[in-house]
């Protein structure tokens, strides 16, 4: 890139760091310090506010960078992450939103340990929670590094490296000094740039094929390389019975992933009512939704306008199709307009990302500090519960640091998908089971939560995105005895077939007026926090 891209875009990053560094400042100076206030922004958000922040949550790096990148790389098959991470949301507006705000205060555990032992329930749901966030953070690392590494030509890995460091610093100082509250304005102020960008940049694709959607496609297909095959199933995921089952448990995760997703979840926490927390995800996913169906004309676009060899060659797993595309559509390298237009696109990519891994790393630390500091803590004068999370949060940011450097070659949106299969393995089972299964018990809740999270974690390293493929994280090593990319299919089952067998073999009676108490809570929010 030239100088030009390089000034431009680092101003434009300077500039939304700055302002989010002032809210947060802002927010610090106002805070009260109590625990509501650090991990649910007092409960003051409107249903209108917290959908705006739902969204920011949810619109990552993964859908801007990965999910464009893979549509223009493989067509149809891409379409398969658009289609779940919209499909996901009607699970979480039917099954989830409100029951949740009205069972909860802060966290997963808290749903959960209504009605069991507290101590092993919330052991296992913040370890659950963590590996989850953690896993959803390395996405975010990996775009900046892809997104620092195009805009500096793609010479230097020190730069990137130094670039996933600093977006690890700053999302500690957003979570340590504003908590909550700050988090939530940066994900608002992020979701109207993030929409705002994709808007801009849909239009000028459609401008370009005169509103003519059959001719970007017919484009697309005829610059992929592959014809009509683009346009069919099959490209990425048909090859074998491996990649239609990879399809498979893809699917399953990705639809049933979003409902367990910790940083998700604590959002329903910063709205006083459960009524406000369902108005919310309305908001939300048409907010989503319209992004959604926009990041399929951008993908397309990139594989008809700059065309996936010169994706693939910016970065073999297609992470910076969109900024390429802006180049493009701005007038080219070299133009004035394919700078401003390259600069204001990496700009709202970065933003997108500081954003996001703010909201996973409060959710994670307030897993650390309100589950496992809570029930490990020994006898005598405890810390506060929320100096601990401000603890946490660097803790969390340099596991993820040490992980985004790993992970720098994977595809984002591919990485999340991960995230998602142990989310949807590990809390989705437990949470269900503790809603609505009048015999659950606290063995139950332990089995399932482990009996998905160990299978999923185990299934993930002895798999070809480990190792024994040239494309995995450790090339040089074969440790592959699971054939599949994304071990949904097999440790959802177990996550749910777990929480039943600890269940139905447990000697405990299970709490009936407690399960009662929690029903109505849930159905009604008399009692709630």
Request: proline letters at 3%; a positive charge; one cysteine or more.
């Amino acid at each position: 890139m030239t100088g030009e891209h390089q000034t431009l875009a680092l101003l434009l990053f300077s500039a939304f760091v700055a302002v989010t560094l002032a809210i947060t400042t802002w927010v610090s100076r106002k805070r009260r310090g109590s625990a509501e206030e650090f991990y649910a922004g007092g409960r003051l958000f409107s249903p209108m506010e917290n959908g705006f922040a739902l969204a920011g949550d949810y619109m990552s790096a993964a859908s801007f960078l990965g999910v464009t990148g893979l549509i223009a790389l493989f067509g149809y098959d891409g379409l398969l992450y658009v289609v779940g991470f919209l499909v996901a949301w009607l699970v979480v507006l039917f099954l989830v939103a409100e029951l949740v705000r009205n069972c909860g205060r802060f966290t997963l555990a808290d749903v959960v340990a209504a009605r069991m032992r507290e101590r092993p329930v919330r052991i296992a749901a913040g370890t659950s929670s963590v590996t989850v966030s953690v896993l959803y953070l390395v996405a975010q690392m990996v775009g900046a590094g892809s997104l620092v590494a195009l805009l500096l030509g793609g010479t230097s890995e020190a730069a990137r490296a130094w670039t996933v460091i600093g977006v690890g610093a700053l999302m500690v100082i957003y979570v340590s000094l504003g908590g909550m509250r700050a988090t939530t304005w940066i994900q608002i102020v992020k979701a109207v740039l993030l929409l705002g960008g994709t808007i801009a940049l849909t239009a000028l694709v459609l401008m370009r094929f005169h509103g003519d959607l059959d001719r970007l496609l017919l484009t697309a297909a005829e610059r992929s390389g592959h014809g009509e095959a683009f346009l069919a199933p099959g490209l990425k995921y048909g090859g074998d019975w491996t990649a239609r089952f990879d399809f498979i448990s893809l699917g399953l995760a990705l639809v049933l992933g979003t409902a367990g997703l910790p940083h998700i979840l604590s959002r329903f926490y910063t709205v006083p009512t459960a009524r406000a927390a369902r108005r919310s995800v309305v908001w939300a996913v048409g907010l989503i939704g319209g992004f959604y169906l926009m990041t399929i004309v951008l993908g397309f676009g990139a594989a008809a306008i700059v065309g996936p060899d010169a994706v693939r060659g910016s970065n073999a797993a297609g992470n910076t199709a969109v900024p390429l595309l802006a180049l493009d559509l701005g007038g080219g390298a070299g133009s004035t307009g394919g700078t401003v237009l390259f600069a204001i696109v990496a700009a709202v990519a970065f933003a997108t990302i500081l954003a996001v891994v703010a909201g996973i790393t409060l959710a994670s630390s307030a897993s650390v500090a309100h589950d496992l500091y809570a029930s490990l803590r020994r006898r005598g004068k405890p810390r506060s519960e929320v100096a601990v999370a401000r603890v946490a949060a660097v803790g969390v940011g340099v596991v993820a640091i040490v992980l985004g450097l790993l992970a720098r070659d994977l595809n984002v949106a591919f990485l999340v998908g991960l995230a998602f299969a142990v989310a949807a393995s590990a809390n989705l089972p437990v949470l269900l089971y503790s809603l609505f299964w009048r015999g659950f018990t606290t063995r139950g809740a332990v089995w399932a939560v482990y009996g998905g999270l160990v299978p999923a974690v185990v299934l993930v390293v002895l798999s070809p995105v480990v190792s024994g493929s040239p494309d995995s994280l450790f090339p040089g090593v074969d440790l592959q005895y699971f054939p599949l990319q994304n071990p949904g299919l097999v440790s959802i089952p177990l996550g749910f077939l777990a929480g039943w067998l600890g269940t139905v073999t447990a000697s405990e009676v299970p709490d009936e007026a407690k399960h009662a108490e929690t029903e109505v809570r849930s159905l009604t929010g008399a009692g709630a926090a």
